[in-house]
């Protein structure tokens, strides 16, 4: 069974652009979380998508957004990036949102650097 | 504010040397603890879960257990390939489920 995977690996923008990040889960998996880990703050969760839906959110601006497709795949884009958006996005997916963190698995992320 | 504070945030170890990490948290409603082990350039990979305070999981040379304020998990012998980040989360109860990390221990093993 394919893992996670996410596009692109590693990505570098400068401040004021913006960038869109890919997730595509695990067959049959329905939930798609976003975090962002930096050395300072950790693992922060951005949010999660469930049927194309947002079900949760983290305490992060509006220039972080994302959406989810009817098969499950998940974009994250941030807008007019800044220093501070440096960091390793992550996307996680597991079979659905009722418990099932037991088998939530993560991808590889993307490491964005912004100049 | 619910936090999750993890030390040491570094360790390191001889090979067959034993020690525990902690991760010590402040909810307001803990529904479980999970811990992760992170290498380098990959996501986080799933360890265990815990839900209530007495309650222990093992695995190879890892150990967790849970109290009411923190948890630890014990390392038992640890070899090079043991050397990793290790995330503890907690997910907590509420209208707004999510997972909240502590910023890990950074476990290195020498040989």
């Known amino acids: 069974k394919a893992g996670v995977t996410q596009t692109p690996r590693y990505l570098i923008k400068t401040r004021g652009q913006q960038v869109t990040l890919s997730c595509s889960p695990i067959?049959?998996?329905?939930?798609v979380s976003w975090y962002q880990q930096t050395p300072g703050q950790g693992l922060q969760f951005l949010f999660e998508?469930?049927?194309?839906?947002?079900?949760n959110k983290g305490n992060f601006p509006g220039r972080f957004s994302g959406r989810q497709f009817s098969n499950s795949r998940s974009e994250m884009n941030v807008s007019t990036l800044e220093l501070g958006d440096s960091a390793l996005y992550l996307c996680?997916?597991?079979?659905?949102?009722?418990?099932?963190?037991?088998?939530?698995?993560f991808g590889p992320g993307t490491r964005l650097t912004v100049l | 504010e619910d936090q999750v504070t993890q030390s040491p945030e570094a360790l390191r170890l001889q090979e067959g040397e034993s020690s525990s990490l902690n991760c010590s948290y402040t909810v307001s409603g803990l529904r479980g603890l999970f811990w992760y082990r992170q290498d380098p350039g990959k996501g986080p990979e799933f360890l265990f879960t815990?839900?209530?305070a007495g309650e222990e999981k093992e695995k190879e040379r890892l150990k967790a257990t849970l109290t009411k304020k923190e948890s630890f998990l014990h390392i038992t012998a640890p070899k090079p390939e043991d050397s990793a980040t290790y995330l503890c989360a907690v997910l907590l109860w509420g209208g707004s489920e999510k997972l909240v990390f502590g910023k890990g221990t950074k476990l290195t093993v020498n040989p």
């Open positions: 996680a997916s597991r079979p659905s949102t009722s418990g099932s963190y037991n088998e939530q698995f």
């Open positions: 998508y469930f049927s194309e839906t947002q079900r």
């Open positions: 815990l839900y209530s």
């Open positions: 067959s049959g998996h329905r939930s």
